[in-house]
């Protein structure tokens, strides 16, 4: 059979050639062809096909030759037919060879059940509002919008930032100490090390993703002990050469606890009388639970504490936004290491959030996900009070988390033990040993941390359940 292919753009509605080469029959040689057009992913699942009568006219064969090649696929799986719907390509048709995994991993199964920390519900996200205020936005927008731009970011932004911090959280600025970035490693990829070189001290439990940046950057850290009033801000004038420090005064990450008002001014004093500066990490600082919201450490002075916030939590970590609220001193230095357009936040997503902020969505959002979250903590603290009453639960007071103390004399082999019966359940969630800094010298602690935010309203309370068989008896 002589070489030939047809082009099937416009029966699919995409670019497709079917090549018809190599021996056999004209129905084999078909038939062939189109199961690699369907293994290669150049057919996708659900993809549907021409009329036989189409295709027979396009190749220039018998209808009949198509006809029986269409249901030859059918009955190997390959491709399905339905009175009304036409030959499309079946859906358990995996495109691509699947690869044999190694022998000595056992095969993964994905979790039932999200309960990591740190992402918010993502069907909560305002969808219509967003919409709404994108049409606003690009219909007001400059042309200039559409331009190189600003390495600050969109001004739109910046002043309804500098308002919406204002108001909230007591940050002292003005939109032109905003920088926009897109999210807190960025603004730490941008203040290290070039902004702020030398050893930095951090929290004794933070992400372990954000040692590992700083570690990337060539960052000594040097770990504070945190105790049920915060990190032991004493402990910085034992830290010799350290310029600056990485808190989250707000809601200490994991563990919960907000920086004592003592301790907030000791930290500060410690910034002024050493020239130091202090990395604001503004953690939960939207979603308390209990009392009214803990104010930045920024308002307390705004020439030795760097603000740095996001979207990631309260919105979605898919919009990559977010700001530095920086000494003057310091704006031009990062606005420098920011460097080349590419690394900037989208203006689309900066003006529509801009309008967000300004017409009050994004407050009447964080009102609505408040109450939703709260409820699941309280969900979750009723469901461990009643299922394992001897587990202390902290870190309530805020946050989309809750760690769950193992008892007292529990050590890491303990909690090992529970994530395993977790996984088990179909859990997936952290230990509270993966947050601690290697070098940290306080008592180790040990737990699970519980993030109640992601799972839809739905699924929450099969999560609840399958987190209750899975926790440690009382011994």
């Known amino acids: 059979m002589p070489e030939s292919w047809v082009n099937l ?12 080469t190599g021996p056999g029959s004209r129905r084999a040689v078909l038939i062939r062809a189109l199961r690699d057009a369907v293994r290669s992913g150049r057919l996708a699942p659900g993809t549907r096909l021409p009329p036989y009568r189409s295709l027979a006219a396009d190749l220039g064969i018998a209808r009949n030759t198509v006809a029986d090649a269409y249901a030859e696929l059918v009955a190997e799986g390959w491709l399905s037919a339905r ?9 358990r048709a995996k495109p691509l060879t699947p690869t044999r995994a190694p022998a000595h991993r056992a095969p993964e ?3 039932t ?3 990591l920390q740190g992402q918010p519900d993502a069907a909560s996200f305002p969808r219509t509002a967003w919409l709404a205020a994108a049409r606003r936005a690009l219909t007001a927008a400059p042309h200039d919008a559409f331009g190189p731009g600003d390495p600050r970011g969109r001004p739109e932004l910046r002043r309804a930032l500098a308002d919406y911090l204002a108001r909230t959280r007591g940050v002292r600025t003005d939109p032109e100490r905003l920088v926009i970035c897109s999210g807190f490693a960025h603004a730490l990829r941008l203040l290290l090390p070039a902004v702020l070189p030398g050893p930095l001290a951090v929290e004794s439990y933070g992400l372990p993703f954000h040692r590992h940046l700083l570690a990337t950057a060539g960052v000594r850290t040097h770990p504070l002990g945190i105790d049920e009033q915060g990190v032991e801000s004493e402990e910085l004038g034992s830290t010799a050469g350290v310029g600056a420090a990485l808190l989250t005064p707000a809601h200490q990450f994991p563990l919960g606890v907000p920086l004592h008002p003592d301790r907030r ?3 500060i004093n410690w910034a002024r009388e050493n020239g130091a500066y202090v990395l604001e990490d503004d953690y939960d600082g939207e979603f308390r639970y209990d009392r009214k919201p803990v104010g930045a450490l920024q308002g307390l002075d705004p020439e030795r504490v760097l603000h740095i916030g996001s979207v ?5 970590p898919a919009l990559r936004l977010g700001w530095m609220v920086l000494p003057d001193r310091l704006v031009d230095a990062v606005l420098e290491a920011k460097g080349e357009r590419e690394a900037w936040a989208g203006v689309t997503d900066q003006l529509t959030l801009a309008e967000f902020l300004t017409h009050g969505a994004y407050d009447r959002h964080i009102r609505r996900m408040r109450q939703r979250y709260r409820r699941r903590r309280d969900q979750l603290i009723d469901a461990v009070a009643t299922h394992a009453p001897h587990l202390t639960i902290t870190g309530i007071a805020a946050g989309l988390h809750a760690v769950l103390q193992l008892p007292d004399g529990s050590g890491e082999s303990d909690e090992r033990a529970a994530l395993r019966a977790a996984r088990w359940q179909g859990l997936a969630l952290d230990g509270l040993s993966g947050y601690r800094h290697p070098e940290a010298t306080m008592a180790p602690r040990h737990g699970l ?3 109640y935010a992601t799972p839809s309203d739905s699924a929450f309370s099969g999560a609840l359940e399958a987190l209750c068989r899975a926790l440690p008896p009382m011994g």
């Open 109 to 111: 199964s994905r979790p």
């Open 312 to 316: 990631s939590k309260s919105l979605s």
């Open 9 to 20: 753009a416009e029966s699919l509605g995409a670019d497709l050639h079917l090549e018809l």
């Open 449 to 451: 941390v519980v993030g």
């Open 265 to 267: 001014a000791a930290v």
């Open 83 to 91: 009175q009304g719907s036409g030959t499309r390509v079946a859906h």
């Open 113 to 115: 059940h999200n309960l």
